[in-house]
């Protein structure tokens, strides 16, 4: 693996852990929710552990499905940004944390995939061949 690659994976899995980390703080450990522990954990919870494994052992394919898990959590620290003035800093840092995991799967996955012969074939190229 290129060190660029590594950065991206380490980039990846340091921001995705912190995210996992952030999100069980702020469920769990404030005040803010009046929402029910099995409703935090099947929705604020579950969602980023069904990459974890893939993602802690390298595989380019979970991080780039991961991206589509980490929309919800972008979506939702916007979406508090917006609507919970008292929760704004929590917001923003699930905001930046899910930017930069965004990031470093979207790199890492691309890079990756690429160094390994992993890819989509275009139309184009399938029809000619």
Same mark, same amino acid.
Request: with cysteine; proline share 4%.
């Given at each position: 693996?290129?060190?660029?690659?590594?950065?991206?994976? #380490?980039?990846? *899995?340091? &921001?995705?852990?912190? =995210?996992?980390?952030?999100?069980?703080?702020?469920?769990? /450990?404030?005040?803010?929710?009046?929402?029910?522990?099995?409703?935090?954990?099947?929705?604020?919870?579950?969602?980023?552990?069904?990459?974890?494994?893939?993602?802690?052992?390298?595989?380019?394919?979970?991080?780039?499905?991961?991206?589509?898990?980490?929309? #919800?959590?972008? *979506?939702? &620290?916007?979406?508090? =940004?917006?609507?919970?003035?008292?929760?704004?800093?929590? /917001?923003?840092?699930?905001?930046?944390?899910?930017?930069?995991?965004?990031?470093?799967?979207?790199?890492?996955?691309?890079?990756?995939?690429?160094?390994?012969?992993?890819?989509?074939?275009?139309?184009?190229?399938?029809?000619?061949?």
């Amino acid at each position: 693996m290129s060190p660029t690659i590594a950065r991206y994976r #380490w980039l990846a *899995l340091t &921001s995705y852990l912190g =995210l996992l980390l952030w999100v069980l703080i702020w469920q769990f /450990a404030t005040d803010f929710s009046t929402q029910s522990v099995l409703f935090k954990v099947l929705v604020y919870v579950l969602p980023l552990l069904f990459p974890l494994l893939g993602i802690v052992r390298g595989k380019p394919y979970t991080h780039a499905w991961a991206n589509f898990i980490l929309m #919800w959590y972008f *979506l939702h &620290s916007l979406t508090m =940004l917006y609507i919970a003035p008292e929760q704004r800093w929590w /917001a923003a840092i699930e905001l930046l944390l899910t930017t930069l995991a965004f990031a470093g799967c979207t790199l890492f996955a691309r890079n990756q995939g690429r160094a390994l012969g992993l890819g989509l074939k275009k139309l184009k190229d399938e029809q000619e061949g």
